[in-house]
């Protein structure tokens, strides 16, 4: 019913910049929270970044001042903008969504995507 599509990953040195996008599409009615995870080899999938449907963001201390998390709901998309990479930023990045559809408006369901990698290299 809803997809989210991840894309902007790939390879990049040390203090290097990607910005990460993630598109959502389908019978959404509208977008709650749209948040940016990341998750490393041997780890637990991690919260990098969320942002409400009116702009409030949150960042992960190990993120911050780094990394810009925005969207435009007019195109319901999201973005992750990535400076100052470090090597500890590899990982897969994986973005979710609260949504409420079209067909029942009175819940919100959680939508992920299928990740994009980010290697960053020394």
């Known amino acids: 019913q809803v997809q989210l599509v991840e894309s902007g990953g790939g390879l990049v040195q040390a203090g290097g910049s990607l910005r990460l996008s993630c598109a959502a599409s389908?019978?959404?009615?509208?977008?709650?929270?749209m948040d940016w995870y990341r998750q490393a080899p041997g780890k637990q999938r991690e919260l990098v970044a969320t942002?409400?449907?009116?702009?409030?963001?949150n960042y992960a201390d190990s993120v911050k001042g780094r990394f810009t998390i925005s969207r435009d709901n007019a195109k319901n998309t999201m973005y992750l903008q990535m400076n100052s990479l470090k090597p500890e930023d590899t990982a897969v990045y994986y973005c979710?969504?609260?949504?409420?559809?079209?067909?029942?408006?009175?819940?919100?369901?959680?939508?992920w995507g299928q990740g994009t990698q980010v290697t960053v290299s020394s």
């Open positions: 979710a969504a609260g949504v409420v559809l079209r067909t029942n408006m009175g819940y919100e369901y959680r939508y």
């Open positions: 389908g019978i959404i009615f509208s977008i709650n929270s």
């Open positions: 942002i409400t449907s009116g702009g409030s963001r």
